[in-house]
């Protein structure tokens, strides 16, 4: 059984006289895998999470190497990361001022999964795109 899950047994009557009982999840109310895959799941903080696992990094220099994120953007995701705990942000009293972005042990435990995800999503993204297109095919012809 997974955390924060219940199962439940339910009965279904398939022909008479004759009983299925089969066990399903019932997902609790918020659910916490559909909570983080929400926040990890967004289409930047897998990269902001890959880019801060190379160390600290300030904003411009993780906007330099992700590349075509915003600042807008880099900055809502740092924010968002930073809240759920995986990011920590420290602000030093200089001038000019300076800001640095690092994992913390929560981003840095995540790493390895992350990079497992990665990895399936790079072996697998040609098989994904093709099936896509093959999909975007048959509905054009339908």
Not at 77 to 95: C, H, N, P, S, W
Not at 109 to 126: G, I, N, Y
Request: charged share 25%; glycine share 4%.
């Amino acid at each position: 059984m997974l955390p924060g899950h219940q199962t439940l047994t339910i009965v279904e009557y398939a022909m008479p006289k004759s009983v299925i009982e089969k066990e399903v999840f019932v997902f609790e109310q918020p659910c916490p895998i559909r909570d983080v895959l929400d926040r990890i799941g967004d289409q930047w903080s897998l990269l902001v999470l890959e880019t801060l696992s190379e160390g600290t990094l300030r904003f411009n220099e993780l906007m330099r190497r992700i590349g075509d994120i915003s600042r807008q953007m880099l900055s809502k995701t740092l924010k968002l990361l930073e809240q759920d705990g995986f990011v920590r942000r420290t602000i030093y009293a200089e001038v000019p001022p300076r800001v640095e972005y690092q994992l913390t042990e929560l981003g840095r435990s995540f790493l390895q999964p992350m990079k497992t995800l990665m990895q399936w999503a790079d072996a697998h993204h040609r098989t994904i795109c093709e099936a896509r297109k093959a999909y975007g095919q048959k509905t054009d012809n339908a």
